[in-house]
């Protein structure tokens, strides 16, 4: 038996799912000043009448850390940056203090100058003397070598609270974002691992053993212990639940366009060969670009209670929200007007009157009786999408490439088909298959879909190896392994090794039983050259275990 | 986040799958450290500096500018296609106000590659600014254009391409010839009757520092892009003028490099060589990068960058301002030395030998430009290779009078039987015949 609930915006979701099946369901409105209250809530009502011995995992997706970031509600943070030559930095500052300091690694990860203790011993001391109980340290180049900030850990030694180091973020070379990574990890730490206590305080109470995992904005999951080291990973994960809900509830192996279609906003997302395409690098809350990774979805402000204007003879759909639909009250028409006005959603007399009201405004600017208003707007919704799908299309098929193969050969995103879920869409479903001339899916029950997606979400991790076999030296910083390898050490082996990797810490991730279905999603392998000879190899590697489903839906998911 | 005051376009495409060989210093790794660098730096972060793929470059941009012996198919590889196209790509998208300015990071580079193209010299084998801007003079009309290489080899190529075009400018600064591959470029390499006085060599001593190239580029350079006023200036920016560069001799830093850009400010710079891939190219292109967004530069310098010791003495810094003096006095002068050096020829007659280093083949050649008072002159190249070729090449200019039109034609028709290919280059009309 499997419990997932997912926090949004507005409503809360909770559904437990046993062999495949959705046995109960649940939606409440969310309390954001208490999310744990609502959650626990949530979770005691879901799990009346229930056997608690037989849930297997309790899979989260939380508002936490995101409404602490966005509300500007973090803790103060002090951050000890290390530039070295290259880019100005004063850009980089965040949190409530910031020391730039001396020393600097090259892009070999040589220690080009050392640090200089006492003013590292200075800032620890002006920062504690602040109140400050998080700190961050981010070297540039620490994913090549992280012996700098692992030495300023060991001097601050426990003056702090929590310490994030950057290279323990990511293995991704992006040292802005690294440093505003570390920012926010350590900005959340405290809100996050409050409501992590009592999570597993409540469940305690309850009787609960089972494992808690919270859900990534990547579409996987991660322990709950994970993510009190790591709470910036849990950051913007509602997209996530959407988009795993929508993969559960109509799964593909192809390349698809996803959409989830709302009150105010359309997500759209994108599979490749059934497998989620990625953000480059990470994602990016409020002014922060990170290295969180996270599944690619665009929010656009097109919902069925966006207002509608007439602009230049032309129907204009959003991006706004004004308030409810006209026919209920509202000030301005919406798409669900026109869905009431041609009788696709269920109204009654005095609903119908004032959205044909509505309706009958509108026609009359452009000429069109009410039926022809109604058809148009839904008609310029389904060409919204499919203008806002094709921008993004090109944009994705025209990522930079760095290789001859791949720029001649390299895999091209070409969606075979469409699914869609949200209040819309089994009345856009047709209008989006004729505008966008692919067959469209809608699910018979979409209702509590993110929640579905939070249960069914598998644990995933991203591993970033790198190996210079002229220095010997094997990195993962991911997993902050750095290790001696021999000069002989090749492609085959790195990738042996990552994988294996991968599979031994599937264990720490929550991966208990059956295969670990680990992979390698990127290669290289460099000849290393000085003067006329081989000096050595430059391999690099990334493996994953990728987003998935702990089992499929089966049979008629309405519960 | 940190916002680029001009827009700028990157096309980096470092080409991580070819190679010379495995060893060369044209290989996979070259680019792997300025990239590791740029990424690092979050460059791609930077509001108003996107990322661009290359365009592919075709068959017939290639003939506007070559004679490839036989032919294009058996000469030019995909990766020169690509390294063209990306330069065609940032030259297009500054035409098109995309961006403001462009670099193109490609590899493999191009000044070293002349009009006949028999294979592969100073790693070379098509011209890519030569190449970009012929295809861009087609689609956007005949711009003036103005390249400035700052490589440490001569640009020899591109003056080759070029000799005859004033509405060309080439500017190359470069380790004097007589210390440096490919030997050429000294300051009598003046142009051929249709551009002469537009192609301007100035070869400098090694150990020239950061003082000496950019008082070249404060005293000749600058002045002379004033007097001539280009529609688009072209910086080729080779990155071998730097100390810690394998094959030269030169004391340029990164910092030079970035101030340079910042002050020649051109419009598409383009990698060509520079083989000092972890010591400079990191921090060169990081430079140049942030001089042509407009960014603060200052920080950006290498690990064992020691101001001091890369000082150029003063014998080098006297003798720069005696070149200069005569560079720009030439410059000045041109249309006398037009009136004395040219004036009342018929025909222009230059025999040379073209060696391929990186191919280990040894040319001849002809070229014979006719002295035109309406246009630059049909020209030709009689060329030999040491492997059994012997070419007769005809180009008729873009700006070509009705007569040389007429004269390249009927010498492509009439050419005597002992040449193996013969060719005609027809710039005006966009067409190239072989036979
Ligand atoms: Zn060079
Ligand atoms: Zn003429």
Redesign the interface.
Known sequence: MIVGIDMGGTNIDGVIIEDGRIVKSIKKPTDRDNPFAAIYSTLKELLVDCDKSKIERINLSTTVSTNAIVENKTAPVGMIIQSG?????D?LACGQENAFIKG?I???G?V?EELDISEIEDMAEKFTKEGIKACGIVT??STRNPQQEIYIRDILGDRFNTVTMGHTMSG??????RVYTSYLNCAVHSTFNDFAVNIKRALEKEGIDAPIFILKADGGTMTINSAEEKPVETILSGPAASFMGINALLPSDKDAILLDIGGTTTDIFFLADGIPLFEP?GIKIR?Y?TLVRSIYSLSVGLGGDSSIDIIDSNISIGPKREGKPYAFGGPKPTPTDAMITLELISYNEKHKDRANESMAELGEKLDLSVEETANLILETMGKMIKDKVDELLEEIN?H??????E??YGKKLEPKLINVIGGPAKILAPILEKTLDLPCNYPSNYLVANAVGAALARPTMEITMHVDTSKKVLSVPELELYEKVSSRFNLEMAKEKALSLVRENAKSIGITSGNVDAEITEE?S????K????SGK?IRVKAQIKPGLIEELRGDINA | ??KAKNKLGLV???????AIS??HPE???RL??T???L????I??VEGIE????A?ANEKDIKRVHFCVPDVKSRVT??HL?SAGGVIKSLQMVMDKKVDKSFALTRPPGHHAQRVVYGDRGFCIVNMEAVAIEKIRQEYGNLRVAIIDTDCHHGDGTQDIYWNDKDTLLISFHQDGRTLYPGTGSIDEFGGPGGYGYNINIPLPPGTGEEGFLYVLDNIVMPILDDYKPDLIINSAGQDNHYTD?LTNMNFTAQGYAVLNHRLNPDVAVLEGGYSI?GAL??VN?GII?AMAG??Y????E?DYDREKLKQSKDITEYIKKISNNVYSRWENRENLYIKDIKGMEYIQEQRQVYYDTDGIMESQVQNFKVCKKCSGVNTIDSRSDRRHHIFAITIPRDACSSCIDEGYKLYKNTANKYTNVYLQDRLNDEFLAK
């Open positions: 030559p290259g880019m100005t930095y850009h600097y090259d892009h070999r040589n080009v540039k180049f991704k070379l992006n040292f802005p974002r690098l002014e670009n025209s930079p490439v760095y290789t001859i193969k720029l001649l290289s460099f000849n290393m050259v003067g006329f000879y081989t430059d | 986040m940190l980096f495409f470092p080409a991580f799958d070819w495995s060893t290989r996979e790794e792997l450290y990239q590791d660098q990424f690092e730096e979050g791609g972060d990322f661009f793929n290359p592919i995909q990766s690509i394998p972890e990191p921090y990081l942030l960014m603060d200052s920080k950006v310098h690990p």
